[in-house]
T-cell receptor, first 109, second 117 residues
Framework: DQQVKQNSPSLSVQEGRISILNCDYT??????FLWYKKYPAEGPTFLIS?????DKNEDGRFTVFLNKSAKHLSLHIVPSQPGDSAVYFC????????FGTGTSLTVIP | DTEVTQTPKHLVMGMTNKKSLKCEQH?????MYWYKQKAKKPPELMFV???????INESVPSRFSPECPNSSLLNLHLHALQPEDSALYLC????????????????FGAGSRLTVL
């Protein structure tokens, strides 16, 4: 039972453009959401998070949007850089952390 | 100190070997986790320790045996593993989710890459 889903396994974006990664969840009790970035053979690194009491959180080039009524969140990266190429996981906090299946982002120079 | 440190980084073992993975954090986190991750898949939860007590065991085979000696250390003892157990094993820590009202970030270590021959 996948409670957090990322329906796009991969995404390619030109350098300098916006990358938009999407995530959907099913459990309305989730109150905290996180995005992680993962390079091959390394542990996931925390990027940005958002509490369910907010609808937007921004940190430099990264912005996360939360739409509670749609149970949807998205990560915007502007401008995208080649070093952003990685697998991105969204996660939700409930009685444990629930991870989405990941989106592999490729930023083309 | 905002890190989770895992050793060894790489481990190759035979199916009859006994080995251990180690994890350490000094962030004062009272929940520690073992995850297993295969390439381009999400981390798969194995065990959670909360206040040094095992709180979640996700039906992991007994050939994996966790141990939490104190609030900073977490071990994973490995015995009689199978080749399909080859994966990246991730340790992570956070504040306990139950009763925690603030922002709670799960911090991962760099992982131990395990190969079972």
């Amino acid at each position: 039972d996948q409670q957090v889903k990322q329906n796009s396994p991969s995404l390619s974006v030109q350098e300098g453009r916006i990358s938009i990664l999407n995530c959907d969840y099913t459990n309305s009790m989730f109150d905290y959401f996180l995005w992680y970035k993962k390079y091959p053979a390394e542990g996931p690194t925390f990027l940005i998070s958002i509490s369910s009491i907010k609808d937007k959180n921004e940190d430099g080039r990264f912005t996360v949007f939360l739409n509670k009524s749609a149970k949807h969140l998205s990560l915007h990266i502007v401008p995208s850089q080649p070093g952003d190429s990685a697998v991105y996981f969204c996660a939700a906090s409930g009685n444990q952390f629930y991870f989405g299946t990941g989106t592999s982002l490729t930023v083309i120079p | 100190d905002t890190e989770v440190t895992q050793t060894p980084k790489h481990l190759v073992m035979g199916m009859t070997n006994k080995k251990s993975l180690k994890c350490e954090q000094h962030m004062g986190h009272r929940a520690m986790y073992w995850y297993k991750q295969k390439a381009k898949k999400p981390p798969e939860l194995m065990f959670v320790y909360s206040y040094e007590k095992l709180s979640i065991n996700e039906s992991v085979p007994s050939r994996f045996s966790p141990e939490c000696p104190n609030s900073s250390l977490l071990n994973l003892h490995l015995h009689a593993l199978q080749p399909e157990d080859s994966a990246l094993y991730l340790c992570a820590s956070s504040q306990p989710l139950a009763g925690w009202s603030g922002a709670n970030v799960l911090t991962f270590g760099a992982g131990s890459r395990l190969t079972v021959l």
